[in-house]
Each structure stands twice: as C-alpha cells, then as structure tokens.
C-alpha cells in the first residue's frame, strides 16, 4: 500500500489544524443522550474536501486536550460541586481511493478509531477510563476539477465498544448513526487561499442499554483561509 501523504492535525478543542486564527461556533439543544454525539464536531474544518488521488492512500491523526473546571446548569450555575473533568485522546484516520471510478468519481472509503483517556471528579469521587470511542467508517464518491475537490458518501459510527450503564463516566456513545455526507474544498491563487465545508445528517438509533432515542443531528463544519507564509495561515474555521 503506498501512501500519498501524511496530514497531522492538532486539536486543542474546538480550534483545529491552524495557528493564528479565529473560530467561530454554535450550538443548541440536541435531545442527544448526555448532550453527545456519535461524531467529533469540529474535528474536519481544514481541507475536508481533499481525497487521495487514484490508488493512493492518505493517513491523518487527529489530537484532542479538553479540560472542564466546572459544570453549569441552565442558569449558569454549579450544577456538580467539585466537578473537574479532563479528556486527552487520539484518532488515526485512513483513507483510501481504490481508483475505481464509479458516476464520473473516484471509490473512496475511510475509517476513523478515536482512543480516549478520561478522567472526572465528583462529589462520589475521582473516576478514569480509558478506551476506544465511537469510531466511523465512511463510502465516498471523490472528484477534483483544477482548483476544486469535493466529495459526498456515506457515514456510519459505531457505539463506543464499553459502556455501562450508569456508570460515573463512559467514552462515547453506545448507538449507532447513519449519515448522507458531502464536503468541498476551493484552493484559489495556487492553494494558497482555502474554502472549504462538510455537510452531514445523522440519524441516531435508540440505545439498547438506556433505550434512550436520540434525536437526528444537522452537522456544518467550515473554513476560509489565506496563507502569510508557507507555515502559517489567517482565517475563519468553525462549526454549527
């Protein structure tokens, strides 16, 4: 298997894959079980439009440190005294394009294990795990027209593979999702200005442990960049 490149992009949550930029975010209430999701949020808003060429295999590792000294209600106040939370993982992501060509595209396939080392305190006490996530696995259809490469597929995320229910902390969630995807990215003035966005639709199944149905989830990961130097970009990332 030969490999195309190797992409390293460092998360310090929720900014990603740049130095000097400004991130923008939005959330709301989901109805997902634990306020979760089976899907990094804010993990691809840098050239997520970009797939190997023909035969040729891309690797990317994903790098997450995400501290939490309190935890709030919804007025704003301490809803767990005591609460600290610190989360420290990794994800390793390989995709490969079989150089199939399939409705004028490229067959894409990809697979992403995330592996999280957990730590809380509560009122009950100091617990840690450690473990795999919810790891996805995704079908694309890849093209790239001069300064334009898009793509759109289909997503799968597994549950997290150790779950108990009612236990103090758990690594992700325990269902599946289902999700139409579909990204491009626009590399103008010799790559040196990037646009790029993903767009996905999860539908969740109900948890078998809790039997908790989480409602569906309309994903937007973007960014607008413009190059200063060759190791430095200036611009706008985020996510809805």
Same mark, same amino acid.
């Given at each position: 298997?030969?490999?195309?490149?190797?992409?390293?992009?460092?998360?310090?949550?929720?900014?990603?894959?740049? %130095?000097?930029? +400004?991130?923008?975010?939005?959330?709301?209430?989901?109805?997902?079980?634990?306020?979760?999701?089976?899907?990094?949020? &804010?993990?691809?808003?840098? +050239?997520?439009?970009?797939?190997?060429?023909?035969?040729?295999?891309?690797?990317?590792?994903?790098? %997450?440190?995400?501290?939490?000294?309190?935890?709030?209600?919804? $007025?704003?106040?301490?809803?767990?005294? !005591?609460?600290?939370?610190?989360?420290?993982?990794?994800?390793?992501? %390989?995709?490969?394009?079989?150089?199939?060509?399939?409705?004028?595209?490229?067959?894409?396939?990809?697979?992403?294990?995330?592996? *999280?080392?957990?730590?809380?305190?509560?009122?009950?006490?100091?617990?840690?795990?450690? &473990?795999?996530?919810?790891?996805?696995? &995704?079908?694309? @259809?890849?093209?790239?027209?001069?300064?334009?490469?898009?793509?759109? !597929?289909?997503?799968?995320?597994?549950?997290?593979?150790?779950?108990?229910?009612? !236990?103090? %902390?758990? @690594?992700?969630?325990?269902?599946?999702?289902?999700?139409?995807?579909?990204?491009?990215?626009?590399?103008?003035?010799?790559?040196?200005?990037?646009?790029?966005?993903? *767009? $996905?639709?999860?539908?969740?199944?109900?948890?078998?442990?809790?039997?908790? $149905?989480?409602?569906?989830?309309? *994903?937007?990961?973007?960014?607008?960049?413009?190059?200063?130097?060759?190791?430095?970009? *200036?611009?706008?990332? &985020?996510?809805?």
């Amino acid at each position: 298997m030969k490999t195309r490149s190797i992409w390293r992009k460092t998360i310090l949550f929720p900014l990603a894959g740049c %130095i000097a930029f +400004m991130c923008v975010t939005a959330a709301w209430v989901t109805g997902t079980e634990g306020s979760g999701s089976v899907y990094p949020i &804010g993990a691809e808003t840098v +050239m997520t439009g970009l797939t190997p060429t023909a035969g040729q295999t891309m690797f990317a590792e994903f790098n %997450i440190t995400y501290n939490a000294n309190s935890l709030l209600n919804g $007025q704003g106040q301490s809803a767990v005294p !005591g609460f600290k939370l610190s989360v420290t993982g990794f994800a390793p992501k %390989i995709t490969h394009n079989w150089g199939i060509h399939l409705l004028g595209g490229d067959l894409v396939n990809w697979v992403a294990v995330p592996v *999280l080392y957990e730590w809380v305190r509560t009122p009950a006490g100091d617990h840690a795990t450690m &473990g795999f996530s919810n790891s996805v696995v &995704g079908t694309d @259809i890849a093209y790239s027209r001069g300064n334009w490469h898009w793509w759109y !597929g289909f997503d799968v995320a597994l549950p997290a593979p150790v779950y108990h229910k009612g !236990g103090p %902390i758990n @690594i992700g969630q325990h269902n599946f999702g289902a999700a139409p995807s579909g990204a491009f990215t626009y590399l103008p003035h010799h790559g040196r200005t990037e646009i790029s966005s993903r *767009l $996905q639709y999860y539908v969740n199944s109900t948890d078998p442990a809790t039997h908790y $149905q989480s409602g569906n989830e309309f *994903l937007w990961e973007y960014a607008a960049m413009q190059n200063v130097t060759k190791k430095l970009a *200036l611009g706008v990332n &985020g996510y809805v």
